[in-house]
């Protein structure tokens, strides 16, 4: 008996629920975002030459490094890096020059974009950074550096 009330009150209440709602009306809505054209530089690594012998009539310090970037897919952008090409020591300068390609032949853009590039993806890009001091520069001994800007234009 006790089974037979609880079924049917429950019945009763699923019913006058049922009833409450039995009308509908819809509408629609959009869901919507703009995703911005955006580049950033998220790390760098130094270009470290190491030990320079002033003395060696051969080019004998190269250096590299890398600069580490991501940009929204489709992007247009080019990455050049502000410098002087002058580190700057105790008394004297040494000279120096960044380059695109291992062989050191194609100078790195100092100050505009080259050839813009088209980014595939949100996937970090990361450009090599080769770097050569020319020898028998005339310098005292000591430290010598530069702090250089790199950049990504889009």
Do not use: H, W
Request: hydrophobic share 40%; net charge negative; charged share 15%.
């Amino acid at each position: 008996m006790k089974r037979l009330v609880i079924a049917v009150v429950t019945a009763v209440i699923l019913l006058s629920a049922g009833a409450v709602m039995a009308f509908t009306d819809t509408d629609t809505l959009t869901v919507q975002a703009n995703c911005i054209d955006v580049c950033m530089i998220s790390s760098t690594t130094d270009v470290d030459f190491g030990t320079y012998d002033p003395t060696d009539p051969l080019p004998n310090t190269d250096g590299q490094g890398s600069v580490t970037f991501l940009c929204t897919k489709g992007s247009s952008y080019g990455v050049f890096i502000v410098r002087t090409n002058v580190m700057s020591g105790p008394v004297d300068t040494l000279d120096y020059d960044l380059y695109t390609d291992a062989t050191r032949l194609i100078v790195f853009p100092s100050a505009t974009v080259g050839t813009p590039d088209t980014s595939p993806g949100i996937a970090p890009m990361t450009r090599q950074i080769y770097g050569k001091i020319p020898a028998l520069q005339d310098a005292a001994a000591g430290a010598y550096s530069e702090s250089v800007t790199a950049t990504v234009e889009y």
